[in-house]
């Protein structure tokens, strides 16, 4: 657990741990190792909210709603350092209300099962489909200003995948230590280990629209109002919150996740 210094007033950062939701986060450098539980999946509550009480927190509050820390945050706009107040009203879904596709029923898939036949050849055989190689998901790219790099080096594990909550990033995979590197030019806004599952964690504040953030360090080697560079080094790879040694990288527009694959230079 990462050290705090006591803030004088009730900063409720959503991303510390639950005993320390009423302290400023510190920014001491911190090494961590081993691995934690799985990273909590958003469940939106589309048309519901949730009134802040005295004595409440945004993480008690979106972990008591089945919503990770860092959505119920962005889903209200709420920006760092991340304070609530008694009496407040927050959204339990985002504001598009978007929860992602209506899942086909058992009956419907029957019928598409019995209609759809393989293709075949003139002898009959079945006619195995060629695969596409992956594209990036989701709609047409916002245009952004800043000038993203790769945050480090490594094979791609995981994918953005557009309305699964579990899947709201990428993973490069690669070995302990190795550099993971500012996606571009910013401030940093958080660097701490309090949301279960993505370990030490650094997020850059890039402008009033774009963000990105780092999961899995070992070494967190910034603090938070540091200001970096693109390329520059913010921390070594590690497994924290995770099985093997990776990076999951978030990009968020808005405070909503998109895919990082449409932003990074190709490679």
């Not at 799985?38 to 802040?52: E, I």
């Not at 962005?74 to 304070?83: K, R």
């Not at 993203?148 to 909550?165: C, F, M, Q």
Request: aromatic residues 6%; charged residues 20%; glycine residues 14%.
């Amino acid at each position: 657990m990462p050290l705090v210094r006591r803030s004088a007033r009730l900063a409720l950062v959503p991303l510390v741990a639950l005993v320390l939701a009423l302290a400023g986060c510190g920014t001491s450098k911190v090494v961590r190792e081993g691995g934690g539980s799985a990273a909590r999946a958003s469940t939106p509550k589309p048309g519901q909210t949730v009134g802040v009480r005295r004595g409440d927190n945004l993480y008690r509050l979106a972990v008591n709603n089945g919503i990770s820390p860092l959505d119920l945050a962005m889903w209200n706009g709420i920006q760092p350092p991340y304070t609530i107040y008694p009496g407040q009203t927050l959204r339990l879904y985002p504001s598009s209300g978007a929860t992602g596709g209506r899942a086909s029923t058992p009956a419907a898939a029957s019928r598409s099962r019995g209609s759809a036949r393989p293709p075949t050849d003139s002898r009959g055989r079945v006619v195995q489909p060629t695969r596409a190689p992956p594209q990036p998901t989701g709609p047409a790219p916002v245009r952004s200003a800043v000038s993203w790099r790769w945050p480090a080096d490594g094979n791609l594990v995981s994918r953005y995948v557009e309305g699964d909550p579990t899947k709201q990033g990428i993973g490069v995979a690669g070995s302990a230590g190795q550099a993971v590197r500012a996606g571009g030019d910013g401030v940093i806004v958080y660097s701490g280990s309090g949301l279960v599952g993505y370990g030490e964690l650094i997020i850059i504040k890039h402008d009033e629209q774009w963000l990105s953030a780092y999961g899995h360090n070992r070494k967190r080697l910034v603090g938070e109002g540091d200001r970096v560079k693109a390329g520059q080094q913010i921390a070594e790879m590690g497994r924290t919150g995770a099985d093997r040694d990776m990076l999951h990288f978030e990009i968020r527009y808005n405070g909503k996740p998109v895919d990082p694959l449409r932003y990074l230079p190709q490679r």
